[in-house]
C-alpha cells in the first residue's frame, strides 16, 4: 500500500490512466503515482458494462451464454463453469451435431449446441469443408451420404472418427460403435468414389444407382447410397464408454455426466462444490464426490511415491495432492474415470486452490444409513439428544467413521432431507441401523448410487 501525502486541487483538466507519472489525480514523493487510484471515469464504464452484461444476461441467456463458451472456449475452468451456470439456467448443453452445429457455441431452441471447433482433431479446413457441403446440399443422410459429399482430402479419417466419438452423428444413427466399423469400408468407398468424378468416370454401382451421385441428386435419390459398404452389425458402447470418449474430445462430460445420476444424495452428504473451494477457510476438511480424471506419480526428495490427482465435479476441475503415507494407503483405489468419495483439507500454495487428500473411497462401495423420523421425533429435544446418543456410541474412532448418516423428516405430504454432521457418521452401516432400530428410529442402509428416482 502507498499512503497519498498531499492531494492539491488543479480544476478541470485531461484525466490519465495510472501508471503516467506527471498531470495525475494523486501524486506521491519523488514524482510517483499512487497504486490503486481509479479515477471515476473507470468506474462508471465498468459500471456500465456490468449494466449491460446483466441485462443481456436476463433478457437474452441463451445468446449470453453461448457468446460466453465461445469467447472462453480455449480455458478448460471457464468453459466448465459455464456449462455448470447453465445446467442452473436450466438451459441445456447439447453435443455437436453435424446437421446443426456451426463453428462456434449456437443457440439452438431452449439449448445451446457445441460448435464443431471444440472437437479435438478436426481442423478449421475441415469444419469449412463440412458446412459448405451442407450449405449446397442440405442435410446429412447417413454416415455414406457425408462422405461422398465432403473433400477427404479436408475431412481426414482422423476427424471423422473423432466427430462420431464425440457423438455427433447420432440423430443420424445414435450406434457410434458400428458407425466406426462402417466407417473403415465407407471411407475407402467414398474416396473411390471421389476418384471416379475426378476423372470424368463412373462406374457400375452410379449407374445402378441413378448416375453419379452429387449433392443435387443425393437428396433426390438416396438409393445411391444403398450399395455403401456396411459392417457386420455389433453393439452400441457403453454408456460409460460414451462419455469418456466425449471427455476425451471436447473436454467435458456434454451429453451426460457420470456424477449426475448421484447429485441429490452427493448434494446432501458433500454441499460444498469444488469451484466454492475458495471460500473455504484454509486447512478446513472438506468432503467432495468427485470424478478422478488423472494420476500422476511422482517420486519426493527422499524416494517416497506420492501423487498429483486431477479431479473434477459438475462445477469444476481442481488439483489434489496425495502425500507418501496416505497413497501407500489408498492407491488401489485411486483408478482413473472411477466416482471417488474423497476427504481433504484445502491448501492454497503458490495462490492456487487445491485439496490435501486425506482419504478416498468408490462410490459404488460407500453407504448411507437413512434415518426416518417423524415431526414430534425432529422437534422433541429429547427424541433429538436419544438420536444424538445412540449415533455418537456407533461412531467413537473418528478416523474409521466413513458411513454418512441422512435424516428424513415426514411432515405430511413433504419429506425434507437433513445432513448429520461429519461427527455423527459411523462406522459400519449394519450395525448401526440395528442399533437404531433397537432404539425405535426407523432406520435403513442404501447405497449412494441408488438412481434418482430412488433416492429419498
Not at 475441415?126 to 461422398?148: P, V
Not at 475426378?198 to 452410379?206: H, M, P, V
Not at 449415533?391 to 423428516?409: D, H, N
Request: aromatic content about 8%.
Amino acid at each position: 500500500m502507498v499512503k497519498i501525502i498531499a492531494r492539491k486541487n488543479l480544476s478541470t483538466q485531461n484525466v490519465y490512466d495510472i501508471g503516467v507519472e506527471r498531470d495525475h489525480n494523486f501524486i506521491i514523493s519523488n514524482g510517483l503515482v499512487a497504486s490503486n487510484c481509479f479515477n471515476k471515469s473507470h468506474s462508471t464504464a465498468y459500471g456500465y458494462v456490468t449494466y449491460q452484461t446483466a441485462y443481456l444476461k436476463a433478457n437474452y441467456p441463451l445468446e449470453y451464454m453461448a457468446a460466453l463458451l465461445t469467447a472462453n472456449s480455449d480455458d478448460t475452468d471457464k468453459v466448465q463453469k459455464y456449462i455448470s451456470t447453465c445446467g442452473s439456467m436450466n438451459i441445456q448443453i447439447e453435443p455437436p451435431d453435424i446437421n446443426r452445429s456451426g463453428v462456434d457455441f449456437t443457440p439452438s431452441s431452449e439449448n445451446i449446441l457445441f460448435g464443431l471447433s471444440a472437437v479435438r482433431n478436426v481442423g478449421q479446413n475441415a469444419i469449412a469443408c463440412i458446412l459448405e457441403a451442407r450449405e449446397e446440399g442440405g442435410e446429412f443422410k447417413s454416415l455414406a451420404d457425408f462422405c461422398d459429399r465432403v473433400d477427404l482430402r479436408a475431412v481426414n479419417r482422423r476427424a471423422l472418427e473423432a466427430l462420431i466419438s464425440c457423438g455427433a452423428f447420432d440423430k443420424i444413427d445414435s450406434n457410434r460403435n458400428q458407425l466406426l466399423h462402417d466407417l473403415e469400408l465407407i471411407y475407402d468407398w467414398a474416396q473411390s468414389r471421389a476418384r471416379d468424378r475426378a476423372t470424368g468416370q463412373g462406374n457400375l454401382f452410379d449407374l445402378l444407382g441413378g448416375g453419379f451421385s452429387t449433392a443435387a441428386t443425393t437428396n433426390k435419390n438416396l438409393n445411391s447410397f444403398e450399395v455403401a459398404p456396411k459392417a457386420q452389425s455389433v453393439p452400441d458402447f457403453p454408456q460409460q464408454k460414451k462419455l469418456q470418449m466425449e471427455k476425451e474430445l471436447l473436454g467435458f462430460y456434454v451429453s451426460d455426466h457420470p456424477l449426475k445420476a448421484i447429485c441429490k444424495s452427493a448434494r446432501v452428504l458433500a454441499p460444498i462444490n469444488l469451484s466454492r473451494l475458495s471460500e473455504q477457510k484454509e486447512e478446513s476438511t472438506i468432503c467432495a464426490v468427485v470424478m478422478l480424471n488423472g494420476v500422476k506419480k511422482v517420486m519426493t526428495k527422499k524416494g517416497d511415491p506420492m501423487a498429483i490427482l486431477q479431479i473434477e465435479d459438475l462445477t469444476t476441475q481442481l488439483e489434489a495432492v496425495v502425500f507418501p503415507k496416505i497413497y501407500e494407503r489408498i492407491n488401489p483405489r485411486l483408478q482413473i474415470d472411477s466416482r471417488l468419495i474423497i476427504w481433504g483439507k484445502v491448501d492454497r500454495r503458490e495462490e492456487q486452490n487445491q485439496l490435501l487428500v486425506e482419504d478416498v473411497e468408490p462410490v459404488e462401495t460407500v453407504q448411507l444409513v437413512i434415518v426416518e423420523l417423524n415431526t414430534q421425533q425432529a422437534t422433541t429435544i429429547e427424541e433429538q439428544h436419544h438420536l444424538r446418543t445412540v449415533l455418537q456410541g456407533q461412531s467413537k474412532e473418528r478416523e474409521k467413521a466413513k458411513v454418512p448418516v441422512i435424516g428424513i423428516v415426514q411432515a405430511g405430504a413433504s419429506r425434507q432431507l437433513v445432513r448429520f454432521g461429519r461427527q455423527y457418521w459411523v462406522q459400519d452401516s449394519r450395525i448401526a441401523v440395528q442399533a437404531l432400530q433397537n432404539a425405535r428410529f426407523s432406520a435403513y442402509a442404501q447405497f449412494l448410487t441408488v438412481s434418482e428416482a430412488e433416492s429419498p
